[in-house]
């Protein structure tokens, strides 16, 4: 008689599910040990990572930044690999971050003296509900906005008890004590009428809040939970993109496995279980294994153990009443999670800028870091044929400094319209916006306004008539595709941290130690949305993996890290 080794299978081949494989086969003598393979329903590996090409630069659709090399174990493996470095053009995204051209809806590039206090105050906000020190390492001329800010951090720290506060509720009400402290403010001049000065710090507020929407995913910074915010945890130091592209460190994760283990096309419709009252499953080969999971082209393979890493998206959808994915269905304490957390949109979009005919000269073709102030959806001064899924985008920018491809990222309904729009539309979408912030003519400034620049626009500013055109679009489509339903998660208000640990529990629940009527981890659960401190990111993916993994390891008594 054989010896039956226990079978796990791993629903998914992105980050989590790879590395959970990857730690089960090195760790030594467990391929021995166990069956393994890892089931994607897609036609390739890397899930929520997909590196690609787009007008000759290597571009990210899904998973761009380490975010943060401190520490982090993407970076590790990135370094080891020499992913680092690479002699072909990619999304380096670096430098310029750091110093926008912010330009007000209408043509009116705004003086960093009128952007960067609203800016510092709004990442200040952010870093209090972080819980981080706010006091500590300031500058002087930082200690200079913090004071004038000093009626707002009054407001903060007299939020005893935030109760159910979102995000989103607390910075308006930041902003509204800025404004308050900033009583009696002078009036601007210039901006042709359009803009009062109240109404341009409420613009590059809105600018920092929509880059916070494609951060954090959630479309409405009105449903994102404060509280959780300062359970997450960053990496310090710098972050950066990976030169030979996120693919690398899957491509090097997997690199382990077998050929064969990891199966593609092969998408799962369903997982029987047995909570209780365990009985005996029977193949046709006389296998027995308590878990039968079934395909989308009707075949089936029995498991021990299954591991799903399918996203929090697939999962809401997987859950709903009659779907009858988890069979028997999901026991309340996890439906319940599931249903509580977060899952948001995020999409990337990238434009390639026909060459300029009349000139070589790299000056004239560099497009700028562009941020966006746009004028508020009640205004009478908007540009009537600005798009609306343009209007909560924060910035357009190059990849790197000279490239023709430009970057937009999206949030929420604006990244849902995008999905469906043709090429054709967003280029118009597009091309009118980006001629509303630069190609007009330049508002003439008064001199007395040291608030605005005087200079030109922009560099492609059209003096000599030349138009932006754009040859080639290509726009990520995370929401609508079935195997993600979205992108990454974050914790909704009336959610919490316990509710991501929970994501983690496996089942059954309570037959850990043994003592109960089936067998022990049947269904366990990896992936971004199971990591309580980490989650919305890859490397709160790779974490998950390794527990999971170690988990397995543990119970079989092998020697797991
Ligand atoms: C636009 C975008 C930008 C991002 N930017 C960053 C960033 O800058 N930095 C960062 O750290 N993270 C970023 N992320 C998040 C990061 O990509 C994810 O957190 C991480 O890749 C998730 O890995 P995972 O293994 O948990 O899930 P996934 O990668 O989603 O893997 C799950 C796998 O399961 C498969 N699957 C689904 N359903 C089935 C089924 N029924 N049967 C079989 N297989 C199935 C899917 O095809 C997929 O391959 C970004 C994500 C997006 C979408
Ligand atoms: C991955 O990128 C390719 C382009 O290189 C694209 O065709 C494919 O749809 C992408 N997949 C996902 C899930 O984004
Ligand atoms: C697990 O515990 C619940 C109550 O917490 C109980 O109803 C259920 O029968 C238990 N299941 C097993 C398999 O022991
Ligand atoms: C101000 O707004 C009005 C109304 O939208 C518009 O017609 C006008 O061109 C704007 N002025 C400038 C200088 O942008
Ligand atoms: C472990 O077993 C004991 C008795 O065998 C039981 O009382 C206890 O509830 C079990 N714990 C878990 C987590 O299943």
């Known amino acids: 008689m054989v010896v039956k080794k226990p079978r796990i299978v791993i629903v998914g081949a992105g980050v989590a599910g790879l590395t959970a494989a990857n730690k089960l086969y090195t760790t030594q003598g467990s391929s021995e040990l166990f069956e393994l393979c890892v089931v994607e329903g897609g036609t390739r590996i890397g899930g929520r990572i997909n590196t690609s090409e787009?007008?000759?630069?290597r571009i990210e659709m899904g998973a761009t930044w380490i975010h943060g090399i401190g520490g982090s174990p993407i970076h590790k493996i990135a370094q080891e690999i020499n992913s680092l470095d690479s002699d072909q053009p990619w999304e380096r995204m670096d430098g310029f971050l750091d110093d926008p051209l912010t330009v007000a809806e209408g043509g009116y590039e705004l003086n960093p003296s009128l952007v960067k206090p609203v800016t510092n105050f709004f990442n200040k906000l952010m870093e209090f509900a972080q819980g981080k020190v706010i006091?500590?390492?300031l500058s002087k001329e930082e200690i200079g906005h913090f004071k004038l800010a000093s009626k707002g951090f009054d407001f903060i720290s007299r939020i005893g008890d935030p109760g159910k506060l979102s995000i989103g509720a607390f910075l308006r009400q930041g902003l509204q004590t800025f404004w308050d402290s900033l009583e009696g403010q002078e009036e601007l001049k210039g901006y042709?009428?359009?803009?009062?000065?109240?109404s341009l710090q409420e613009a590059i507020f809105t600018i920092q809040e929509n880059i916070q929407r494609t951060y954090t995913s959630a479309g409405d910074l009105m449903t994102l939970d404060f509280n959780a915010e300062s359970e997450y945890r960053m990496f310090p130091d710098e972050e950066i993109t990976i030169a030979k592209g996120y693919m690398s460190i899957i491509e090097f994760i997997a690199s382990v496995l077998p050929p064969g283990s990891i199966q593609l096309c092969r998408k799962v419709t369903k997982i029987e279980w047995q909570p209780e009252n365990y009985r005996v499953l029977e193949s046709e080969t006389g296998d027995f294994r308590p878990v039968?999971?079934?395909?989308?082209?009707?075949s089936?393979?029995?498991?021990?153990?299954v591991i799903v890493t399918v996203s929090l998206g697939v999962l809401k959808a997987r859950i709903c009443e009659g779907s009858g994915f988890f069979d028997p269905p999901l026991p309340h304490f996890k439906t319940e999670a599931i249903s509580r957390l977060g899952y948001g949109l995020v999409n990337k979009l990238?434009?390639?800028?026909?060459?300029?005919h009349d000139r070589e000269s790299d000056d004239l073709n560099k497009f700028p870091f562009l941020q966006m102030a746009f004028q508020r959806s009640d205004s009478e001064f908007r540009h009537p044929k600005i798009p609306w899924w343009m209007r909560r985008t924060a910035s357009l920018s190059p990849i790197y400094g000279k490239s023709r491809v430009l970057l937009g990222w999206f949030a929420g309904k604006e990244a849902l319209a995008l999905e469906s729009l043709d090429d054709?539309?967003?280029v118009t979408g597009v091309s009118t916006t980006i001629s509303s912030f630069l190609s007009s003519s330049h508002h003439k400034v008064n001199s007395n306004s040291h608030e605005l620049s005087n200079g030109k626009v922009s560099s492609v500013d059209s003096s000599n008539g030349g138009e932006l055109k754009f040859s080639k679009?290509?726009?990520?489509q995370w929401g609508t595709d079935p195997l993600f339903l979205g992108s990454y998660s974050y914790v909704a208000v009336g959610s919490s941290g316990e509710d991501l640990d929970t994501m983690a529990v496996p089942l059954p629940k309570n037959c850990s130690n043994g003592s109960c009527s089936s067998p022990p981890l049947q269904i366990l659960f990896a992936g971004e949305a199971t990591h309580r401190t980490h989650y919305s990111t890859t490397h709160g993916a790779y974490f998950s993996g390794l527990r999971e993994a170690n988990r397995l390891l543990q119970h079989y008594h092998c020697n797991g890290v």
């Not at 787009?54 to 630069?57: I, Q």
């Not at 089936?300 to 153990?305: K, R, T």
């Not at 990238?350 to 300029?356: D, E, G, K, V, W």
């Open 54 to 57: 787009f007008g000759g630069d």
């Open 135 to 137: 006091e500590d390492g």
């Open 192 to 198: 042709g009428g359009n803009w009062s000065r109240k």
């Open 292 to 298: 039968k999971l079934h395909f989308s082209d009707g």
């Open 300 to 305: 089936v393979m029995l498991a021990d153990h």
């Open 350 to 356: 990238f434009l390639q800028l026909s060459p300029t």
């Open 424 to 426: 054709e539309e967003i």
């Open 473 to 476: 679009v290509l726009k990520t």
